[in-house]
């Protein structure tokens, strides 16, 4: 079959975050097998996922009877076994499986995960915390960081802005940034132009080097 069409995702781990990565899939309408050793948690997901299956995924028959070779994307989302992380993707990686995800609980471990032929590598925990930090130690409603120094900010809109068109206000000259979308009081979020006039109470969104959608946020 055609591997970059097919919409299906072996689940490896359905602790918290492999759960929740599962289930969301499904609600997008992808097809996902959730794979765990732990029977109780396979029976918990039995109705919500597509398939699943108790098996060990250490085991590379295993593996191979429930298909595992066939998939184009998989997602090993054990964390705290790091043995069995480290050789579940490996094994993955072995069987030519395009497409590999994988959780880390610790830089050492995502290192090891990426030496070993991971595809992605994910720290949720890591990345949650450093992200929770900017919202703590700053005035920014929520943050992400699309890459090293790059950020996009979610802030109310500074005095400074109010009132006049962002064409006009020359923000991006002078504070860095670029102002993305736009939500006024009660209304969605749209796309921001250089005629959008924010107004008192409008929640952006800023793009921007890191430093410098932080020091915009401060300006609320
Ligand atoms: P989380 O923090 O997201 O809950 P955990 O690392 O605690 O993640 O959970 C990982 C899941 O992976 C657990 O449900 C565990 O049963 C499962 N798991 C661990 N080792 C294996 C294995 N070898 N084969 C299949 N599932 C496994």
Redesign the pocket.
């Known amino acids: 079959h055609n591997k970059t069409h097919d919409k299906r995702v072996l689940v490896?781990?359905?602790?918290?975050?492999?759960s929740s990565l599962a289930l969301e899939l499904v609600t997008h309408g992808w097809e996902v097998l959730g794979?765990?050793?732990?029977p109780r948690?396979v029976q918990a997901y039995a109705d919500s996922l597509t398939h699943t299956v108790v098996?060990?995924?250490?085991d590379d028959e295993a593996l191979r009877q429930v298909g595992a070779q066939e998939f184009s994307r998989a997602v090993v989302?054990?964390?705290?076994?790091l043995e069995?992380s480290i050789l579940?993707t490996s094994l993955l990686v072995d069987m030519g499986v395009p497409n590999i995800w994988a959780?880390a609980i610790s830089r050492r471990h995502g290192r090891i995960l990426q030496q070993i032929g991971a595809h992605h590598v994910v720290l949720p925990e890591h990345d949650m915390g450093e992200r929770v930090a900017h919202l703590v130690s700053g005035r920014m409603l929520d943050y992400v960081e699309i890459e090293e120094d790059f950020a996009l900010g979610k802030t109310r809109a500074p005095r400074e802005i109010l009132g006049r068109k962002l064409g006009e206000s020359g923000i991006r000259a002078t504070h860095g940034i670029t102002v993305v979308c736009i939500k006024r009081h009660g209304e969605q979020f749209t796309y921001a132009t250089a005629e959008t006039v924010p107004q008192k109470g409008d929640i952006i969104i800023v793009a921007g080097k890191t430093d410098r959608v932080e020091r915009f946020a401060e300006l609320t």
């Open positions: 490896i781990g359905l602790g918290r975050f492999g794979m765990d050793s732990n948690l098996a060990d995924s250490t989302a054990i964390g705290t076994h069995e579940t959780k």
